[in-house]
């Protein structure tokens, strides 16, 4: 069990590290060549559009099991 919420643990303070480094890097403090040649790491526009897409499909799973 401590395994897997290590794991969870994990995943999420990755998140949160990668997060703050985007959010850092395309702040507007950082201008100019610095902030042309620092890119962020994810695309976090289409990991919302996914992520919504995933909780629409668990949604809508969820309904077709539950009325069976």
Do not use: H, P
Request: net charge positive; glycine share 6%.
């Amino acid at each position: 069990m401590r395994f897997f919420l290590g794991m969870i643990v994990g995943a999420l303070v990755l998140t949160a590290g990668i997060y703050v480094y985007d959010s850092q890097s395309t702040s507007t403090v950082a201008s100019g060549q610095a902030a042309a040649a620092n890119r962020t790491i994810v695309n976090w526009d289409v990991a919302a559009s996914e992520w919504n897409t995933l909780k629409r499909r668990a949604q809508d799973d969820w309904i077709k099991l539950s009325s069976k």
